[in-house]
């Protein structure tokens, strides 16, 4: 079953979320807490939405998103920021029902783009995603400023 989470999910989500970065090969890179997943997804005016999949009672996958916006379209779109399933769970058509939630979200309000990222290394999620029609945007190049070198940008 896919459902929105509620604020009652955040440690379940924060647990996921780590565990997403382990799989990434990351693990020190997720810093959130506890506190901040309730504040930006539950808080009175949240920056990203989650929705989670449950088996028998239990969350076994998360799929977190926020809107984005196209100039060219004139339109906001979804942009997915996670989408992980325990590996116990895998292969049961969990990541599938977690997209298709995602895209009758975009036709129900009139968003025309559903995009995310994938390691270059994760073959596994390439394929998947490209048995489901996603094309992949290999003529952009990602660009991030953080850390040090944002706070001097900002400064």
């Known amino acids: 079953m896919i459902r929105f989470a509620v604020k009652e999910d955040s440690p379940r989500i924060l647990q996921l979320i780590k565990d997403l970065a382990d799989y990434e090969k990351a693990p020190n890179d997720a810093v959130a807490t506890l506190e901040q ?3 930006t997804i539950f808080g009175p005016s ?7 999949a449950e088996v028998n009672g239990q969350v076994i996958g998360i799929a977190i998103w926020f809107l984005n916006y196209s100039t060219w379209l004139g339109k906001p779109g979804i942009y997915l920021e996670d989408l992980y399933v325990d590996p116990a769970y895998r ?4 990541g599938l029902a977690f997209l298709k939630t995602l895209a009758k979200i975009c036709v129900e309000r009139g968003y025309e783009r559903f995009q995310w990222w994938v390691l270059d290394w994760n073959e596994p999620s390439i394929e998947f995603y490209k048995s489901i029609g996603a094309v992949a ?3 952009w190049t990602i660009y991030r400023v953080s850390g040090d070198a944002l706070k001097k940008l900002g400064s």
């Open 46 to 52: 949240p920056s990203a939405f989650c929705h989670v």
């Open 91 to 94: 292969g049961q058509g969990h």
């Open 37 to 39: 997943i309730e504040e």
């Open 137 to 139: 945007m290999d003529e």
